[in-house]
T-cell receptor, first 113, second 111 residues
């Protein structure tokens, strides 16, 4: 298996809802990433997990809560989001954490009403 | 702070044309540089990775070059096809695992 999968593909939620995004890879990669991408802009790094430990948090608001239950799975828990959080959320993985090629999933299109 | 710029922001070419996409960066202390393509509303597809010690990489009709001293990378696409239409992003890392992305070039290849 040489791909990163993300579920769901689309998500619509209200500002009071709690939802989760899921990312999975079975390539044996030890680093996993969450990015946020607004329309016509490049992706912005949110979090990095290295060997299942959070290594980078790019000052992301606490309404976004990442979780890495095991080396293959990465979740992003969402709570009390704002309409401006609507974006494409991308997950990526890389073999190790230091400068390796990153492989991206198809993304989850999130709309906050 | 590393800044990565891609020029032009948009490009339209006729099918069959050879073309070059440019990526410029301000800090030459990079570890590697990666080129991606992104179709509208989709994820990123990795095209080529160039390590800092390399000058170029080739994959099929694609050739990417890297000149650290001048802070430039180019992506050459030979014999362009309508299926090449997408946004192309360069991204680099100075070490660690944080990618800095360029501003992107939106390519349209017309029949």
């Amino acid at each position: 298996d040489t791909e990163v999968t993300q579920t769901p593909k689309h998500l619509v939620m209200g500002m009071t809802n709690k939802k989760s995004l899921k990312c999975e890879q079975h390539m044996g990669h030890r680093a996993m990433y969450w990015y946020k991408q607004k329309a016509k802009k490049p992706p912005e790094l949110m979090f990095v997990y290295s060997y299942e430990k959070l290594s980078i948090n790019e000052s992301v608001p606490s309404r976004f809560s990442p979780e890495c239950p095991n080396s293959s799975l990465l979740n992003l828990h969402l709570h009390a989001l704002q309409p401006e959080d609507s974006a494409l959320y991308l997950c990526a993985s890389s073999p190790e954490s230091f400068g390796d090629e990153q492989f991206f999933g198809p993304g989850t299109r999130l709309t906050v009403l | 702070k590393q800044e990565v710029t891609q020029i032009p922001a948009a490009l339209s070419v006729p099918e069959g044309e050879n073309l070059v996409l440019n990526c410029s960066f301000t800090d030459s202390a990079i570890y590697n540089l990666q080129w991606f393509r992104q179709d509208p509303g989709k994820g990123l597809t990795s095209l080529l990775l160039i390590q800092s010690s390399q000058r170029e990489q080739t994959s099929g009709r694609l050739n990417a070059s890297l000149d650290k001293s001048s802070g430039r990378s180019t992506l050459y696409i030979a014999a362009s096809q309508p299926g090449d239409s997408a946004t192309y992003l360069c991204a680099l890392t100075g070490g660690g695992n944080k990618l800095t992305f360029g501003t992107g070039t939106q390519l349209k290849v017309e029949l």
